[in-house]
């Protein structure tokens, strides 16, 4: 027999958040998000999701009362697929088909309940940069913001019928990996170019950062699918939410006679940082935040965007960038390796771009989906 809770008062949520934490306890990987992140996710007055979709959290527990398994379960009307679909995440649960099947069986049926035909999982009650896809592939130490799960999560996914509807692949490369000769032969020839810069981002001059960005983002991004358009304002208050972690020596940006044209965004990976918090983030973890980050070396960082506007493309101007960059990191960084933020299968070209880069696929994270209708034909997500 398992019950089931909603997650409702203090004592609910506090379980919903230390489950996990005693699940995985003996793995060395596992890496404790920040309650907050998990938190906000969950309230309304945090997350704009709430104002267009509906979603509730839920543990499930034994006849002697101990949490087997939890999971969030959202519908959002703004979730366009071929079917109205929901979304289950922050799914965790013993190693038991049985425990599992029960989960997603009475997620199938909130969702049917709600006139949805079909659900992806894991995902986020949010946007895809955070908490979206399971791990199946490459069992790490997860970056800040990134699913980790046991291996045998997949299992209980496929043996109750999810397929993967994509796949996330994570791209990576050592920072002091030889570099491509066709990098080293790009930024010799750009360099000889007197029209041709590269600066990196500086923290005092955030405005003209943020405007350089938004324009190249705008250009080099209008063409692909699901890109977004970009507001300055916007991006100049997310620029400032990271100036804490921001680092001046691994974004760049390349001019031509002070015109942006492309960019390389990264920052350090936090989670480097944040697995020494316990999850926590008070007035004494923010202490030990601020001492850990001062003395403790983080070797990993994490590319964030990449761009290049269309008058650009296909004329090196990244790889004079990128060797600009790196000549200048290696000195100045403690960094050891770069990671990319995951690219879906469903998108050659920049698939296409990461490889270019000479990285290696280092992890992969997959985003199931169930029909309802087994019988229905499944289709995995369309390319770009």
């Known amino acids: 027999m398992i019950i089931v809770e909603e997650v409702q008062h203090e004592a609910q949520r506090k379980e919903f958040l230390e489950f996990p934490a005693r699940l995985y306890?003996?793995?060395?990987?596992?890496?404790?998000?920040?309650?907050?992140?998990?938190?906000?996710?969950?309230?309304?007055?945090?997350?704009?999701?709430?104002?267009?979709?509906?979603?509730?959290?839920?543990?499930?527990?034994?006849?002697?009362?101990?949490?087997?398994?939890?999971?969030?379960?959202?519908?959002?009307?703004?979730?366009?697929?071929?079917?109205?679909?929901?979304?289950?995440?922050?799914?965790?649960?013993?190693?038991?088909?049985?425990?599992?099947?029960?989960?997603?069986?009475?997620?199938?049926?909130?969702?049917?309940?709600?006139?949805?035909?079909?659900?992806?999982?894991?995902?986020?009650?949010?946007?895809?940069?955070?908490?979206?896809?399971?791990?199946?592939?490459?069992?790490?130490?997860?970056?800040?913001?990134?699913?980790?799960?046991?291996?045998?999560?997949?299992?209980?996914?496929?043996?109750?019928?999810?397929?993967i509807y994509f796949e996330q692949l994570c791209f990576s490369r050592p920072i002091f990996a030889e570099v491509?000769?066709?990098?080293?032969?790009?930024?010799?020839?750009?360099?000889?170019?007197?029209?041709?810069?590269?600066?990196?981002?500086?923290?005092?001059?955030l405005e003209k950062f943020a405007k350089d960005f938004t324009e190249i983002y705008n250009k080099a991004w209008s063409t692909h699918g699901e890109g977004k358009q970009l507001t300055e304002a916007k991006v100049l208050k997310m620029f400032k939410t990271m100036k804490p972690i921001i680092n001046e020596h691994i974004s760049w940006f390349v001019y031509e006679n002070e015109k942006p044209v492309a960019m390389w965004m990264n920052i350090p990976d936090l989670n480097q940082w944040f697995k020494y918090l316990n999850g926590k983030f008070g007035w004494i973890e923010k202490l030990k935040f601020l001492w850990v980050k001062k003395f403790k070396k983080n070797e990993k960082m994490v590319g964030l965007v990449f761009g290049v506007v269309p008058e650009w493309q296909r004329k090196g101007i990244e790889g004079y960038m990128i060797w600009e960059g790196t000549q200048h990191l290696r000195k100045h960084t403690d960094f050891k390796t770069t990671e990319l933020q995951w690219i879906g299968d469903f998108n050659p070209k920049m698939i296409k771009i990461a490889e270019n880069l000479d990285t290696t696929v280092t992890r992969k994270l997959a985003t199931y989906r169930y029909l309802f209708d087994q019988n229905k034909e499944f289709e995995r997500h369309p390319e770009l």
């Open 180 to 205: 491509s000769r066709v990098f080293t032969v790009m930024h010799a020839k750009h360099s000889k170019n007197s029209a041709i810069s590269a600066k990196p981002l500086k923290k005092n001059n």
């Open 25 to 163: 306890q003996h793995d060395k990987n596992y890496i404790k998000p920040l309650d907050k992140d998990i938190e906000e996710i969950f309230n309304p007055e945090k997350n704009k999701f709430f104002k267009t979709g509906e979603c509730k959290r839920f543990l499930f527990k034994n006849k002697q009362n101990q949490t087997v398994g939890k999971i969030a379960i959202f519908v959002n009307k703004y979730y366009k697929q071929n079917q109205p679909t929901g979304g289950i995440g922050f799914f965790d649960c013993i190693n038991d088909k049985e425990t599992a099947n029960f989960i997603f069986d009475y997620c199938k049926n909130w969702l049917q309940e709600r006139g949805m035909e079909a659900m992806d999982g894991p995902i986020n009650f949010g946007e895809r940069d955070k908490f979206w896809g399971l791990l199946i592939d490459g069992f790490i130490e997860p970056l800040y913001g990134m699913n980790y799960n046991f291996p045998y999560y997949k299992e209980l996914f496929e043996n109750y019928g999810f397929n």
